[in-house]
């Protein structure tokens, strides 16, 4: 199997600001029941993602500090877990295996072109493998 996970990410991606208002971008989350978003800034350069437990600390400091608000790159998470767009299924596979993420942002030459899921791989597997075996 020679086919890389460029070919079963998802490229239509909603991204996040450095400076995006915090509430804003929690109800992007909330309304679109996404687990979590890249943060992109001007340059367009990954420099985070927002994930919804990293929204966790926004109750937390609101229940505790009566502190609500702020901007996304307060509550980003910096270090980012990727994977390469030329990545074959079975690396990507590996990895997810071996981590508690749902997904990964995909990058080539450093730059985000994607995100690739739990459910990506095992799609790209079964076409693959599951149905070839029938």
């Known amino acids: 199997m020679n086919s890389t996970i460029d070919e079963y990410m998802a490229t239509d991606l909603v991204c996040l600001a450095p400076d995006d208002d ?26 985070g993602v927002l ?14 500090h009566q502190d609500w608000g702020g901007k996304v790159e307060q509550y980003m998470s910096r270090e980012i877990e990727h994977i390469d767009a ?5 690396d990507a596979a590996e990895k997810f295996l071996h981590s508690s ?6 990058l080539r030459e450093g730059r985000l072109v994607g995100q690739i899921s739990r459910h990506d791989i095992m799609r790209a597997l079964d076409e693959h493998y599951l149905r070839k075996g029938r």
């Open 51 to 64: 994930s919804q437990k990293d929204c966790l600390a926004i109750v937390y400091n609101t229940a505790y």
């Open 101 to 106: 993420h749902r997904r990964f942002p995909v």
């Open 22 to 47: 915090i509430i804003h971008a929690m109800r992007v989350l909330l309304d679109r029941h996404f687990s979590g978003a890249p943060v992109i800034d001007r340059n367009g350069n990954m420099v």
């Open 86 to 90: 030329g990545s074959s299924i079975f």
